[in-house]
């Protein structure tokens, strides 16, 4: 029973393709988030939704573009894929909390190569 | 812009040996410092710290933060092949739209040889 679940975990596909991630959580978690690992290994924050309301939308090219259903779902869509676009993309989610902090779970990954 | 940068980048050491992972951050609202273990797969959660001078401990993990020279140290007693992963640092900010968001640090990436 994953927590959180993307699929695909590998994608290969060509320049100029159009893909997309899914991300579904079932800790009753009401952000999630999708975040970029790059070849250097960095995570970097991408978008993160509160009930399905966005509310972090870092410098993200407008050809990625996130939607969420619900709170358990977070999709991630991209145009016009490009070759810096591979990376390692992770789907996370933490519950939102007032006053301590909040631990973020993360999915295991979707491996995406354009070639 | 929030940062955090880890060090050193890359340790090899003997299994049995005790190492010290270094983490210093600038965050303009600090709300929390987490450490996760990163294997093959996804980052896994091990310690979220938000109060300075307070020992987390798990088995032969430890870790401590230092809210006024804004760094922590990450233990690892009697080190196994097992522990030999990307350990990463984040801090999470808590102002405003950040809220929730979490900066990393590049990663230790820690080898143990048996």
């Known amino acids: 029973d994953t927590a959180v679940s993307q699929t695909p975990k590998y994608l290969v596909t060509q320049m100029g393709n159009d893909k997309s991630i899914k991300c579904e959580q079932n800790?009753?978690?009401?952000?999630m988030y999708w975040y970029k690992q790059d070849s250097k290994k960095f995570l970097k924050i991408m978008f993160s939704y509160n009930n399905k309301e966005l509310i972090i939308n870092e410098t993200v090219p407008n050809r990625f573009s996130p939607k969420s259903p619900d709170k358990a779902h977070l999709n991630l869509h991209i145009n016009s894929l490009e070759l810096g676009d591979s990376a390692v993309y992770f789907c996370?989610?933490?519950?939102?909390?007032?006053?301590?902090?909040?631990?973020?779970?993360f999915g295991e990954g979707s491996w995406l190569t354009v070639v | 812009e929030d940062k955090v940068v880890q060090s050193p980048l890359s340790l090899v050491v003997h299994e049995g040996d005790t190492v010290t992972l270094n983490c210093s951050y600038e965050v303009t609202n600090f709300r929390s410092l987490l450490w996760y273990k990163q294997e093959k797969k996804a980052p896994t959660f091990l310690f979220m710290l938000?109060?300075?001078?307070i020992e987390k401990k798990s088995g032969r993990l430890s870790s401590i933060l230092d809210k006024k020279e804004l760094f922590s140290i990450l233990n690892i007693t009697a080190t196994q092949t097992g522990d030999s992963a990307i350990y990463l640092c984040?801090?999470?900010?808590?102002?405003?739209?950040?809220?929730?968001?979490?900066?990393f640090g590049q990663g230790t990436i820690l080898t143990v040889h048996p």
């Open positions: 996370a989610s933490s519950q939102r909390r007032q006053n301590s902090g909040n631990t973020i779970y």
């Open positions: 800790l009753g978690h009401d952000t």
């Open positions: 938000t109060s300075s001078g």
């Open positions: 984040a801090v999470g900010n808590a102002g405003g739209t950040s809220y929730g968001k979490l900066t």
